[in-house]
DNA sequence: TCTAAAACATGATAATTGTCAGTTTTTAAC
DNA sequence: GTTAAAAACTGACAATTATCATGTTTTAGA
């Protein structure tokens, strides 16, 4: 039991740093820690969930399959954040599913754990509203661009976004590696359009890439495009 | 002050349910009442709230200022609802701006009151959470028909919303009345092709107009084509 | 009641994006 | 290492949607 809650610094990024020393110690008995191998499922729209899952390492797409059949990601999540508390919270069906990007260690925890807490330490109970709020603030400008801008200000957006969320390696790539796929699921388009785009950029100097790779090179027009120039 | 909030049954709606005797005194006792014309606004988009808005009657649109200088409906609010804790619990700006649609009754609560009985009353923080989290889930439903649905589809939907939440009057149409642009903004389309499509939903025996007025005709086949057939 | 402004409407055309069909490249399993 | 499957890519074309131009109707205020 090296790992405990109690020493994990993840927990200062999400709502679980304002549990005090008992609530915690109940966390950490009854997690489960588990490693997710990229590609694989934590969860699937639809389903009741018994806990929440708090990303140690490694990131997952939360998605939602349409009508049409069509997967579209609502949101990227990082470490030290903690998913499914909606669904949770709300005793509902998840309303996204959660897939690794890239390897993940996650801790799950129980709903029970959770929401004796939330019944009890109105502090908790503030700090995953006060997360929920910012969800629902990028959420309403997610909505907002998909349907004022075009898929290529969205595209160039997003490159923005994962340069500055998740970094970048020494030779300038992006750090998160998406499937071209991803990227067309991201920004909301036809998988050969999203390509396509990919390639301009490219051809324009705005990006490099190296087989999936992708790199920015020029942020400031990656920028300017987006916002409409 | 014969309108005590003990007395009003909106509060049955939302989140303030859970305030016992003393919370809800404080609330009465401060609280403003307000009359907000058709076309009026509530708020701006920027702006810093001193508290929350609780709505007794009418129906109000949440929109954002898209760069290109378009607006996007992001959310109806409808009677019960309470407009502005998003921001009043991030201690953030207002990322929507507020417009009456039709003339509003709006109860306003200073914020120091709201965060006050947050800090001290779990169940009050854990409403909220309950509707905070089905407004996220609301909004994630939103992106994924953004993105994955046509215009057509859209609209058909957001007759059929209407319809359901809003209800029709005597003669069969909707009882809330927005204009073309309102729409237009609700969709996410040009004003022209929206126009354009509600003749063509008219000509198709979908639906009827008189004037602003539109009335639902064939709800079955416009769910058909919402779900994409 | 008159009048200007706003909202509604339609046509023509252009831009954006999706679909289908096919090729090449990469990946992963045996 | 070979090979089958998946992913990346390209072209041609079609569908969707936006834009611009213009006319008509409705609305609200003097």
Redesign the pocket.
């Known amino acids: 039991m090296e790992n405990r809650c109690e020493n994990c610094i993840i927990r200062q990024f999400n709502s679980l740093r304002a549990l005090n020393k008992d609530e915690l110690k109940k966390v950490s008995d009854s997690k489960i820690s588990k490693k997710i191998k ?2 694989d499922t934590l969860f699937i729209e639809g389903q009741k969930l018994d806990g929440v899952f708090c990303v140690r390492d490694g990131v997952s797409k939360l998605s939602k399959l349409s009508s ?1 059949g ?1 997967e579209q990601i609502v949101k990227l999540t990082n470490k030290g954040e903690i998913m499914g508390q909606r669904s949770v919270i709300a005793e509902d069906f998840t309303n996204l599913s959660a897939t690794a990007i890239n390897d993940m260690e996650v801790c799950f925890i129980p709903k029970e754990v959770i929401s004796n807490t939330l019944n009890t330490n109105p502090y908790f109970s503030l700090e995953v509203l006060r997360h929920m709020a910012h969800d629902l603030k990028e959420a309403d400008d997610v909505i907002v661009n998909m ?1 004022q ?6 595209l160039a957006e997003a490159f923005i976004y994962l340069r500055k969320n998740y970094g970048e390696d020494e030779d300038g790539f992006l750090s998160l590696t ?7 699921n991201i920004v ?12 301009e950029f ?1 051809k324009k100097g705005f990006i490099k ?1 190296e ?2 790779k992708i790199g920015v090179l020029k942020e400031d027009t990656l920028q300017e495009l987006a916002d409409g120039f």
Chains 1, 2 share one sequence.
């Open positions: 990229k590609g049409n069509k349907s801008k075009t898929v290529k200000q969205r998406l499937s071209r796929d991803d990227y067309a909301g388009a036809a998988t050969e359009s999203l390509i396509r785009m990919i390639s490219k890439t087989g999936k």
